[in-house]
């Protein structure tokens, strides 16, 4: 079987390595073909990853994109006047019009030349793939298409993250996310677009965790089509349990002191709950006032992100993958305090690396994070909650804490293994009447 992955990021960056664990988790049968083609240029060594355009491609994009920022910066100052639409940056909306065509779909079947795929599987779409895209694809090539949600964006009229807002329970409009208060707005049209073409084409929708699963159930973008669940994949090899104290010397990290991670691309996002960490570790330092803790966060330095703590805490700056494990296996637990996420990924990491984690009732926390077994899961909002299950898994005791370890380690391999994930995906697409 040829399987086509198509994802807006680089596959060795951030978030965009899930299509390149995608990739290696589909390729563990050798009988199975499986490509990537992304709108990220790069260097690739491996030829079964490529990007949609050439190096002087890429240097006319830059060159275009540098003059439109010129533009619309030469406007507002100007003019006091923006050619974009003005957006609430906490929606993580990646350009309001989604009715555009980046590429024309004749590019995408060009570039994978002879490569017929039987299946074709979407990962990140921003700035690269419209469901027209998808609805030509689909037709062109006979492949049905797996749509894995990465956030919300595929299902809502722009926005990565609703919030409290219910649009895509409807069909969007008076968009709090574009401050609209018209009915057809920029928001209606885009899900209106989105809608005609998904309605065309052979379509499946795979939330990556419970919680994107129940916000699928209630999308009105895709009522008429097949939706499932499949579980991101995490390498074992990488994230594995570890030896604490090399993983401490590592970041010089106290070595007799609870330590806590926290990390996210940007820690201090406001959607990532730094805010609400704070809160939960000042309540934490009332509760056991004894407790020798240290707090470890990942992620890129911030100038504006204000730290407040009754601890210490080290910054360990953006960790690439091994570093990053080797954070995980430092740690005593992960806690995330996230408010609004579809994730995050790094409790699968955290889990593979058999790391309890205190987390909001939300995002995959709801499909790994067991109270009493894997950690603690506290009601989402609740920062008493949070602080109360933070200090129950760090009162364990040493026997208890090696226990929550090897079930947090087994759960990983169960749920977020390679092999895992490669027979879910597999499982749908030999389900599928044209597989």
Known sequence: MNILIL?????????????????????IKAEHQVKILTRSFDKYADDSIQCIHTMSEEYFYWVINLLQRIVYKTMRILFNHSLSTKTDPNYYIQGADLTKDYYSTKKFIKKINTFRPDAIIVLFMPYFLTFKN?????????????????????????????????????????CPAMFSGVENDQSRKNWEYKKYYVDKTELTIIAGTEYQFRQLQKSSLFAQK?????????????????????????????VKKKIILFGAVYPGSKRKGFNELI???????NMAPDLELH???????????????PYGYTLLGYLGLEKLATAFQAADLFLCSSIEDSGPMMINQAIMCGIPVVAFDMGVALDLVITGETGYIAKKGDINDLAEGVNKVLALTESNFEDVNKKCRNLGLYLCSPEAQANMIFYLLNNNKHI
């Open 7 to 27: 994802t807006t990021s680089n596959p060795y960056k951030a978030a965009g390595i899930v299509a390149l664990d995608l990739k290696k988790a589909l390729n």
């Open 134 to 174: 998808l609805y030509e694809l689909n037709k062109a090539t006979k492949a049905p298409i797996l749509l894995y949600l990465m956030d919300m964006a595929p299902m809502t009229g722009g926005c990565h993250y609703a919030w409290d807002c219910k649009g895509y329970y409807n069909a969007c409009g008076r």
């Open 226 to 254: 097949q939706i499932a669940k499949v579980l991101l994949s995490v390498n074992p090899e990488i994230f594995k349990p570890g030896n604490k104290l090399e993983a401490r010397k590592v970041f010089n990290l106290p």
């Open 279 to 285: 809160e939960t570790l000042h309540l934490l330092k």
């Open 295 to 309: 707090l470890a966060i990942a992620g890129y330095p911030d100038k504006q992100l204000t730290i407040n703590l």
